[in-house]
């Protein structure tokens, strides 16, 4: 029996990950549940799942939950802030943590598990893109064990020989292919982008998900930190990673190897493929995720991303080429703008605009230390708030 602390509970990963989870009661037990303001929502979950704790980073937030359990579930511990979400990633009886809070938010909480040598399930990717150095250097000290569970990363994992962490051309693999939707916004013409709503950004074709990922998505700056998050995890070059646009959503990524052998990983697009791999690696798990359908899907389609009307994804390969704390300044300035276009006050074709300028204002410097990182990532926030239009 393995015991899970589940970050980010609530939204759309903890949602999957819960569900997969009580597909297997004999398998998993769950110690603690955590979302930010959601107190109905964590409130149910705990009702259902009877952690051991509960955790809402907001402090208001986690006094109305424990008022709402005292009466139905009073053996729960209700924790507050960023120190109860390291707390829970750091509790010896949970020997796994979904590490699925969105943004840098999640960072802290997820460097707790890795370095309590956790198997940590890391949906969270800007953790990675802001400290990635940092974060594997953790993992390795203090042998944690890092399963992706975003998509692309999860498919190539699986597709990848043992002892990829030796480095690429020591396993015999030339490049991987790391396959991207094209989010909603794919067919339409630039001009029109500047016109798009939050709402339609977040429609996006294939993938039910959170907002900010889903915005990322129709912008494809989810595609660039996911190249950053896979030279991380895949300990590699961007040179060796080749974005391919595939809108079926059936591939979900590719490994090439020397002798020209390409391998894919293929399934709905259902996290819960992903989650229960990484679940219970190195064996495997019923999902509740179906059979593909081959003859329905009928037809398999790719082409080249296009750099021009996605200027996100060419920034983000700007950043990991520059290294050190770019990264971490990319995401920042991408966090508050999009937060700005969900909340209607920045334009979509805005949002890279805000990073670039971002981008340019802070020179990158060495990211080996995260009181060094965590000063960037707040100039980032404040720089990128200023390039955002004041409301007249
Ligand atoms: P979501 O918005 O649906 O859920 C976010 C969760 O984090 C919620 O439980 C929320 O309460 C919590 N949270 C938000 N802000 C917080 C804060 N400041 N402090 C503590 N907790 C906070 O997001 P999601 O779509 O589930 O995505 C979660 C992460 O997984 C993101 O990093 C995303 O990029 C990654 N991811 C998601 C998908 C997907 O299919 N949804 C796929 C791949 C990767
Ligand atoms: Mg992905």
Redesign the pocket.
Request: net charge neutral.
């Given at each position: 029996m393995k015991g899970l602390t589940v970050l980010?509970?609530?939204?759309?990963?903890?949602v999957s990950t819960l569900d997969v989870a009580a597909r297997h009661p004999d398998r998993y037990r769950v110690v603690a549940l955590?979302?930010?303001?959601?107190v109905e929502g964590l409130a149910r979950q705990c009702l259902r799942f009877r952690p051991e704790y509960a955790v809402m980073?907001h402090e208001a937030s986690a006094r109305a939950l424990a008022g709402r359990l005292r009466a139905e579930a009073p053996g729960i511990r209700v924790l507050a802030g960023v120190e109860g979400?390291e707390t829970v990633s750091r509790l010896p009886q949970a020997d796994y943590v979904m590490a699925?809070?969105?943004?840098a938010?999640?960072l802290m909480p997820a460097l707790a598990a890795v370095r309590a040598g956790k198997r940590l399930l890391l949906?969270?990717?800007?953790a990675l893109v802001i400290s990635g150095a940092l974060f594997m250097q953790e993992a390795q000290r203090h042998g944690a064990e890092i399963l992706p569970?975003?998509?692309e990363h999860n498919a190539v994992f699986q597709c990848m020989p043992p002892g990829f962490a030796g480095g690429l051309s020591g396993v015999g693999v030339r490049r991987i292919l790391l396959t991207a939707s094209g989010g909603p916004f794919r067919n339409v013409p630039a001009q029109e982008l500047a016109r798009v709503t939050p709402e339609q950004a977040c429609a996006h074709p294939n993938?039910d998900?959170?907002?900010?990922?889903s915005v990322d998505s129709a912008t494809m700056m989810n595609k660039g930190l996911e190249v950053i998050e896979a030279c991380w995890l895949f300990h590699t070059q961007p040179d060796r990673i080749q974005v391919v646009l595939h809108p079926q959503s059936v591939i979900h990524s590719m490994v090439e190897y020397r002798d020209g052998s390409v391998l894919a990983q293929m399934g709905n697009p259902d996290?819960r493929i992903p989650i229960a791999h990484a679940l219970a690696w190195p064996e495997r798990i019923e999902s509740g995720a179906g059979s593909l359908d081959l003859f329905r899907v009928a037809q398999l389609d790719f082409e080249a991303p296009d750099l021009q009307r996605f200027p996100c994804l060419a920034l983000a390969y700007q950043a990991i080429e520059q290294g050190g704390t770019a990264p971490a300044v990319l995401n920042a300035a991408n966090e508050v703008a999009v937060a700005a276009f969900l909340d209607g006050r920045l334009g979509f074709t805005a949002i890279p605009e805000v990073i670039a300028a971002t981008l340019s204002a802070i020179p990158a410097t060495d990211a080996n230390d995260l009181e060094g990182i965590l000063e960037v990532d707040a100039r980032a926030r404040s720089v990128a708030e200023r390039k955002i239009p004041r409301p007249v």
């Open positions: 980010g509970a609530t939204g759309s990963i903890g955590t979302a930010n303001r959601d980073a979400l699925a809070i969105v943004g938010a999640g949906a969270n990717k800007e569970i975003d998509s993938w998900m959170g907002p900010k990922i996290m």
